[in-house]
């Protein structure tokens, strides 16, 4: 269905103010979300995959976030690719994108996300992520109301706080988590890799390498040795470590001696190039 007030792309709908959005919304009724801040790669396609499953329409949002951002973090450097994104798009069967323009965060309430999951992992050096991360979700989610909305494992912890939020809020929104996609040398696909010079790219891979040499190893070493190693080897390859974390996947908590459904998860920076990366251990 043509949406008053957009313009098509050869069928992929762009909707760029929220009386637009209004307007697409009343006459699709079951919208399978997928939030996205743009420069898209093939793990942000697998959401579309997935959401273009169920029955309904999908919708893509496409908007860098400045409430998620911090001081001295890269906002201003963050890709954007509009253009090649809306390619992308029509090429896997995207009904629509909603691309508001950069004023759309200060209408936005300020919301809270839940400090129990917050305080944890990329949390502990990014306090003011999750918070925007959940109070633009909300703004998004009170516009759409969609049937779904579609995240990736990467962001295991966004995931979490996004499922937590829905629950509390009392939202009738269904959530799905969608794995990881790996480049062919196993570094997860990033938007951020794209700032990786090209030696800093050769070494990122580093990252996924780790995690998997820590899945061989557990039970030959205990949790803290393997947390030490590797955490000296990222050193040494030249990463600044945030975090190497063993914990329970529901909660977060860190944990001591290994059990099912362990999250494995790192968070290090090449120079200003910050990237995570994680494996569950069922």
Same mark, same amino acid.
């Given at each position: 269905?043509?949406?008053?007030?957009?313009?098509?792309?050869?069928?992929?709908?762009?909707?760029?103010?929220?009386?637009?959005?209004?307007?697409?919304?009343?006459?699709?009724?079951?919208?399978? %979300?997928?939030?996205?801040?743009?420069?898209?790669?093939?793990?942000?396609?697998? @959401?579309? +995959?997935?959401? =273009?499953? /169920?029955? *309904?329409?999908?919708?893509?949002?496409?908007?860098?976030?400045?409430?998620?951002?911090?001081?001295?973090?890269?906002?201003?450097?963050?890709?954007?690719?509009?253009?090649?994104?809306?390619?992308?798009?029509?090429?896997?069967?995207?009904?629509?994108?909603?691309?508001?323009?950069?004023?759309?965060?200060?209408?936005?309430?300020?919301?809270?996300?839940?400090?129990?999951?917050?305080?944890?992992?990329?949390?502990?050096?990014?306090?003011? %992520?999750?918070?925007?991360?959940?109070?633009?979700?909300?703004?998004?989610?009170? @516009?759409? +109301?969609?049937? =779904?909305? /579609?995240? *990736?494992?990467?962001?295991?912890?966004?995931?979490?706080?996004?499922?937590?939020?829905?629950?509390?809020?009392?939202?009738?929104?269904?959530?799905?988590?969608?794995?990881?996609?790996?480049?062919?040398?196993?570094?997860?696909?990033?938007?951020?890799?794209?700032?990786?010079?090209?030696?800093?790219?050769?070494?990122?891979?580093?990252?996924?390498?780790?995690?998997?040499?820590?899945?061989?190893?557990?039970?030959?070493?205990?949790?803290?040795?393997?947390?030490?190693?590797?955490?000296?080897?990222?050193?040494?390859?030249?990463?600044?470590?945030?975090?190497?974390? /063993?914990?329970?996947?529901?909660?977060?908590?860190?944990?001591?001696?290994?059990?099912?459904?362990?999250?494995?998860?790192?968070?290090?920076?090449?120079?200003?190039?910050?990237?995570?990366?994680?494996?569950?251990?069922?």
């Amino acid at each position: 269905m043509s949406c008053k007030g957009t313009h098509l792309f050869l069928n992929l709908q762009i909707i760029n103010s929220t009386k637009d959005l209004d307007y697409f919304v009343q006459n699709n009724h079951d919208i399978n %979300f997928v939030p996205t801040m743009g420069n898209l790669h093939e793990g942000h396609l697998s @959401l579309v +995959h997935e959401a =273009n499953a /169920f029955s *309904g329409v999908t919708l893509v949002s496409i908007y860098v976030n400045p409430l998620q951002f911090g001081p001295n973090e890269d906002l201003a450097i963050y890709p954007r690719t509009l253009d090649v994104d809306l390619e992308k798009l029509k090429a896997n069967s995207c009904d629509a994108v909603f691309h508001p323009d950069t004023n759309f965060a200060k209408d936005t309430k300020k919301l809270p996300a839940n400090p129990l999951l917050v305080k944890k992992l990329c949390g502990i050096s990014r306090p003011h %992520f999750f918070d925007g991360v959940v109070s633009i979700l909300n703004h998004f989610f009170e @516009l759409i +109301h969609p049937k =779904n909305t /579609f995240f *990736g494992l990467k962001d295991y912890q966004q995931f979490l706080i996004v499922k937590d939020f829905l629950n509390q809020s009392n939202l009738d929104i269904a959530i799905h988590g969608v794995d990881i996609v790996r480049e062919r040398d196993g570094l997860a696909m990033s938007s951020r890799n794209n700032l990786l010079t090209p030696n800093q790219r050769l070494i990122a891979k580093n990252l996924s390498l780790i995690l998997n040499d820590i899945y061989v190893n557990i039970g030959k070493y205990s949790l803290s040795n393997l947390r030490d190693q590797n955490i000296k080897k990222l050193t040494n390859l030249g990463f600044d470590v945030d975090y190497l974390s /063993f914990c329970d996947s529901t909660s977060l908590e860190e944990i001591s001696e290994i059990k099912p459904n362990t999250l494995v998860a790192i968070a290090a920076k090449l120079e200003t190039v910050r990237l995570i990366d994680n494996i569950l251990i069922k």
